[in-house]
């Protein structure tokens, strides 16, 4: 699966609970730039870049896959600089916590 479709269909793996009330935009800058829109527990996935995103993350395609997949470990990407964050690093901290990890791993 590519990083593209995998974005497409993280929407599967939300923990509406624990996304709760939470509205941001997450940009994704990857080989083709996508971004999500969390808005009340849902998730929406948009092709192209956001206008002003509450957070980017930058990444190598199969980086992003592998992250899903539980190959590399989100804090060693960051510290390695294999992942790039700017905006707000709560949401970043958040984010892992809004989806249900069986579902994500079974979409990669």
Do not use: C, W
Request: overall charge negative; aromatic content about 6%.
């Amino acid at each position: 699966m590519t990083a593209k479709e995998l974005l497409f269909r993280l929407p599967e793996a939300v923990d509406t609970q624990a996304a709760g009330e939470t509205s941001a935009v997450i940009q994704y800058e990857l080989s083709e730039p996508l971004y999500h829109v969390l808005e009340s527990g849902e998730i929406r996935t948009v092709e192209g870049r956001a206008e002003a995103p509450d957070l980017t993350v930058t990444m190598r395609d199969d980086d992003l896959v592998a992250l899903f997949e539980g190959k590399i470990n989100p804090m060693m990407a960051f510290m390695t600089g294999r992942i790039r964050v700017a905006g707000d690093m709560t949401l970043a901290q958040r984010l892992v916590k809004f989806f249900d990890q069986d579902k994500l791993r079974s979409l990669a």
